[in-house]
Structures are given as structure tokens and as C-alpha cells.
Nanobody, 127 residues
């Protein structure tokens, strides 16, 4: 059974940095695409980043490109999202997701591409 558990959220000042973690169990990273999405109150779920370990590719949403970095540790089954230069508009619940296939950007940015989701962790950026 696949389980995804996020951690690392909290309150941070604008311009600051934060690292989110996603502990994954029940899956083999090399066969999955791992992604991060976020959802703010009253807004649609937004693609943040994704990485395919077997394909060696990372993809980022336009609003976070150049500021956020997705990475992972295969040995520990951990996925990370390093967030820098945070803005108040980055405030949202951040969710980790896993897809049982490898995809291109047009696949990875769709929430329907993913098979498993974590519960999310709240990130609040104060101005």
C-alpha cells in the first residue's frame, strides 16, 4: 500500500526559505513520477514541481520556476521541495503525489496523472 506523508510546513516570512519533505512507502522511486502540488483556499490545485527518477527530468510550474527545487533520496524514499524567495502568494497547502508512470511536462502538470496523494502540509508566508 502506497503512503505519502508530508512534513516541514509552517510560518515563514516573505523572502525566506523552507524545505518540505515527503516520506513515501510502498513504492519504488525508479518506477514512479513524484510531484508536488499546492492548493490555496478558494483556488484550484496548482502544479508546483515533478521529477521522474528513471527519466532524469524535473518540471516546474511557471509561478515557482527559478525559486523552488525538487529533489529526492532514493535510499530513504524521500522527496523534498526546497522553496526559496518565498512570497505571500505561495501560501497554500502543499501536497505530495505519486504517479505509476513516467510522463512529460504536459502529463506531470495534471493532477489526474497521479495515483496517490498525501494529506498535505500548510505553508504560510507572511508579508
Amino acid at each position: 500500500q502506497v503512503q505519502l506523508v508530508e512534513s516541514g510546513g509552517g510560518l515563514v516570512q516573505a523572502g525566506g526559505s523552507q524545505r518540505l519533505s515527503c516520506a513515501a512507502s510502498g513504492l519504488t522511486f525508479s518506477r514512479y513520477t513524484m510531484g508536488w502540488f499546492r492548493q490555496a483556499p478558494g483556488k484550484e490545485r496548482e502544479f508546483v514541481a515533478a521529477h521522474s527518477w528513471s527519466g532524469g527530468r524535473s518540471y516546474y510550474g511557471d509561478s515557482v520556476k527559478g525559486r523552488f527545487t525538487i529533489s529526492g533520496d532514493n535510499a530513504k524514499n524521500m522527496v523534498y521541495l526546497e522553496m526559496n524567495s518565498l512570497k505571500p502568494e505561495d501560501t497554500a497547502v502543499y501536497l505530495c503525489a505519486a504517479a505509476r508512470r513516467i510522463g512529460f511536462y504536459s502529463d506531470c502538470e495534471r493532477s489526474t496523472f497521479y495515483d496517490y496523494w498525501g494529506q498535505g502540509t500548510q505553508v504560510t508566508v507572511s508579508s
